[in-house]
Structure formats: C-alpha cells, structure tokens
C-alpha cells in the first residue's frame, strides 16, 4: 500500500512540475521584450555600425519591434540576418530570463578603400574580405584606385571574355598582399597613401608626402611582397639619410636584388 502511495505522490509531484513549468512559460512568452542591449566591439574612432543602426536595421527588417512579445523572437533569424551584414565580422544573440535579451558584435576592421573602374568603391578587411562603404562613416584607410576591374558583387562570364584586359583582372588579391604588409608596418603605415595600379599591371605607391614614385610592379604573392618592401626599407634606412628625401623622383622595385632610382631634373 505505501508503495501505491508514494508512486500516487510522486506522480502529482511529476504533474504539479509540468504544469508549473507551462505556466511559467506562458507567463515568459506572454512578456513584451525590452530592446535589446547591443554590444559593438569597436575598431577605430568611427565604427562602421553603431548601436542604434543595428537596432533600427533590425526593425526596419521586422525583426524587432516595440512591443514584441518573447514568443516572437527568433535568435536564429536575427542572428543569420546580423551575420549577413558586411561590417559584421561575428555576432552572438542571447536571451535571458525575463524580458532582457542581448546582441554582441565585432565589427570588420577595413584595411584599404577601393576604388574601380566602374564607378563603385568599397573597403578590403584584414581578411581580403570586401565591405560595403556606408554613407555616414569612413575610416582612415590606404586607398587603391587605376585600372581596377574587380566589382564589388564580382565580375561576370561574359564581361571577361569579351574583352582582354579583363582575363586576369583579379587585383583584389595583389592589392591585399600590399595593403597588408603596409597596414602591419610602422614605417610604411606612416608612409605610403595610395596604391595605384597601370595599365600595364604594375602598382605604383604614392607616398602620403612629397612626389615620389615608388613603381611597385607586380604582386603575385606574399614572398615577392615582402621582398620588395624589404629592399625598400633597407633603401630607405640606408640610402636616404646619405642622398636626401628629395634626391629622387623614381624608386623602382621591379627588378630583382636591385632598386633603380631616376634622380630628379632641375627644370
């Protein structure tokens, strides 16, 4: 008989649980959600996605709104749709107990702005990964501009075999292994403004100040990068300080082991 009574006793215990857990979760999903408390992990003065952006994108998106109830709220939509921003580099939704719930971010950190032949301009990352430009921010960034065919949605079939300056017009590549070298680099960071690429598919460095012309040449990979901005950085620690700043008005890099300077004419 005790046994009867106490598997009698556990089982209410059981369904006294059930319904108690129902009704708590009746009473959460019936609560109408706070805004969400946004977290940005900031790069730089100027954040490319800021608190209140995020927040209006995500009722612009309906997503979010006031008055939303927590049995509403889909984590998993507004993490997917968050992540799909090109500023977003990760994102992390959390909800708590009640009506609080929690959206952290880290932004992309742009390395270089793009400028290409078709009119559009966009940011490289520390990644190579491309950014939209967003109208009320920018960032101090290198900026590379020329003969630039890289689209920012990229580049289509019939566009690269109809005409030949296009067959091997991906520059975003060599362009990253500069910007990158430079970004990282005390010295070149101070120095070096513009990336310009020719016709001929040679870069060409502008430095922030005076008329210099550093002629780059190509820049097929991480090895031929380093080793040109190695004899460039030897030139300038050990040639400069003895010819002067103003000495030249070429530096030339293409060639191996060796840097070609043209003196400037006195006119």
Sequence with gaps: MNKWIKISLWSIFAVGIIVLLTIVRTI??????????????????????????LLQKLK??????????REDLNLEAIETYVSGISQVETVKVYSEIG????????????VIRVFNKYG?????DEAGEIMEITP?????????SGEIFDRIDGESVSEIINNDSLISIRKLDDIYRISDY?????????????????????????????????????????????????????????????????TYSEINLKYDEQIVCKRKTDR
Excluded at 60 to 69: A, N, Q, R, T
Excluded at 99 to 110: F, T, V
Excluded at 120 to 124: D, P, V
Excluded at 198 to 226: H, M, R, T, Y
């Design 136 to 144: 009320s921010h920018t960032a101090r960034s290198i900026v590379a």
């Design 99 to 110: 009506n609080h719930w929690q959206i952290k971010i880290k932004l992309k950190r742009p």
């Design 182 to 246: 430079v970004c990282y680099d005390p010295l070149f960071r101070s120095l070096i403004g513009q990336i310009y690429l020719e016709k001929n598919g040679d870069f060409i460095l502008v430095p922030l100040v005076g008329d210099q012309k550093i002629v780059f040449g190509k820049a097929n990979s991480e090895s031929e990068v380093k080793a040109k901005f190695e004899k460039l950085r030897t030139f300038y620690h050990e040639g400069m300080p003895y010819v002067g700043w103003k």
């Design 120 to 124: 559009e301009t966009f940011y490289l």
């Design 28 to 53: 959460q999903n019936e609560r109408v959600l706070e805004e969400p408390e946004i977290i940005v992990e900031k790069i730089g003065e100027d954040p490319f996605l800021t608190e209140d952006e």
């Design 60 to 69: 612009i998106e309906g997503l979010f709104h006031d008055g939303m109830k």
